[in-house]
Every structure is written in structure tokens, then in C-alpha cells.
T-cell receptor, first 115, second 112 residues
Framework: DTGVSQNPRHKITKRGQNVTFRCDPI?????LYWYRQTLGQGPEFLTY????????KSRLLSDRFSAERPKGSFSTLEIQRTEQGDSAMYLC?????????????FGSGTRLTVV | QQPVQSPQAVILREGEDAVINCSSSKALYSVHWYRQKHGEAPVFLMI?????EQKGHEKISASFNEKKQQSSLYLTASQLSYSGTYFCGTEEGQGGSEKLVFGKGTKLTVNP
């Protein structure tokens, strides 16, 4: 078990470009979460999946953000027409659906810089 | 609604104790605690469910007061390795919300 893997680790993009991040969760976990973290803040919820179903998306998330988890395995997060305010660390986490006994395992994140 | 953590920062000498608090204005199903070191991913420490149980993990323990919507993390005889930012994550609602809302974090520095 290699933990939660995220790629790329860093991404620098020009404003207006589209970017896509990938997350490979722990294979036994059926839940996958995307969070965003800015400097000095805690992780902010974006969306989550149970297997391949996207069950909730943050109301704060604009339509420029979309996430998929085909076949319930890896997940991708796409941001279209990036803005400078999108600059942040994007964290992926996975867990079992047994919420009483298991916490999240986070990946190391993808740091996005929009210039 | 984001939980409120206090203090925002604390500096200790090795061997000293610390308490970090997490307070929510909403009914909570559970509280998670995570530690994040600079440039690294948050690491899960423990989960507390409504019911007021206290949990321990070596010299780190936590409690959850369901009636007050508050949780406290206790670090005793701190070690240099305890340095980092501690986040509480709350799952809101009587039945839970299936996701965590994190506080802004408490930065803990342990000096020799």
C-alpha cells in the first residue's frame, strides 16, 4: 500500500488555461474526497465520491470545477479557465465508508499557481 | 460553518503540556484531529464520536463534549516531533454530513 498518490505535485499555469489533476486513492478505500487549502487555512471541502458516484459538491464551487471518478478507482479534478484565485494546494483524501472508525488518508497534494 | 480553534499558536519547551480546543456552533456527529507538518499532507490522529468518549494515542488524547459541541486535544510531555499545525475536522448534524469541515488550525512549536 503506497498511500494516496497525487500528480502532478506542482502546476504553474497561465490565467485562462485549463488544468487537470489526478488522484490515486488507497485501493481498499471506497470514498474519495477533494479539498483545497490556502496558506494559513484548513482544508476546504470541494467534493466527494463513494465508489464512482459523486455524492456532493460544495455550493462554493463554481461550474469551472469538475471531478470524475471513473470505475471507482482514480479521480481527476479539472479546473477550466483558471483564475488567480484558484491558486492553492489541492488535496485528495480517501477513506473507508465506516465513518465511526476511520479517518481520512490525505495525499501530498498538487500545488497550483495561476500567473 | 467552520469550527473555531484556539489558541491560534502555541510555543512549548520539550516535555511541557498543551491543550488545543475546537468549538462548533452546530450539532456534531464526530470530530477528527489531524496534524500537518510544513509542506506535508495532514495525518490522521484520532476520531471522536458523539457520546463524550475520550480517546488516547500514546501521549496524545482527546475528548468530545457533545452538549457543548466542543472537543479538546491534549498533548502531554511534548516531543520535538509534535511540532506542526493541528486541525480539527467536524462532521455536522445528528446523523452526520458525510464530509468534514476543518478549522483554521493551531500551530504548535516544540523547542528543545
Amino acid at each position: 500500500d503506497t498511500g494516496v498518490s497525487q500528480n502532478p505535485r506542482h502546476k504553474i499555469t497561465k490565467r485562462g488555461q485549463n488544468v487537470t489533476f489526478r488522484c490515486d486513492p488507497i485501493s481498499e478505500h471506497n470514498r474519495l474526497y477533494w479539498y483545497r487549502q490556502t496558506l494559513g487555512q484548513g482544508p476546504e471541502f470541494l467534493t466527494y465520491f463513494q465508489n464512482e458516484a459523486q455524492l456532493e459538491k460544495s455550493r462554493l464551487l463554481s461550474d469551472r470545477f469538475s471531478a470524475e471518478r471513473p470505475k471507482g478507482s482514480f479521480s481527476t479534478l479539472e479546473i477550466q479557465r483558471t483564475e488567480q484565485g484558484d491558486s492553492a494546494m489541492y488535496l485528495c483524501a480517501s477513506s473507508f465508508s465506516d465513518r465511526k472508525n476511520y479517518g481520512y488518508t490525505f495525499g501530498s497534494g498538487t500545488r497550483l499557481t495561476v500567473v | 460553518q467552520q469550527p473555531v480553534q484556539s489558541p491560534q499558536a502555541v510555543i512549548l519547551r520539550e516535555g511541557e503540556d498543551a491543550v488545543i480546543n475546537c468549538s462548533s456552533s452546530k450539532a456534531l456527529y464526530s470530530v477528527h484531529w489531524y496534524r500537518q507538518k510544513h509542506g506535508e499532507a495532514p495525518v490522521f490522529l484520532m476520531i471522536l464520536l458523539k457520546g463524550g468518549e475520550q480517546k488516547g494515542h500514546e501521549k496524545i488524547s482527546a475528548s468530545f463534549n457533545e452538549k457543548k459541541q466542543q472537543s479538546s486535544l491534549y498533548l502531554t510531555a511534548s516531543q520535538l516531533s509534535y511540532s506542526g499545525t493541528y486541525f480539527c475536522g467536524t462532521e455536522e448534524g445528528q446523523g452526520g454530513s458525510e464530509k468534514l469541515v476543518f478549522g483554521k488550525g493551531t500551530k504548535l512549536t516544540v523547542n528543545p
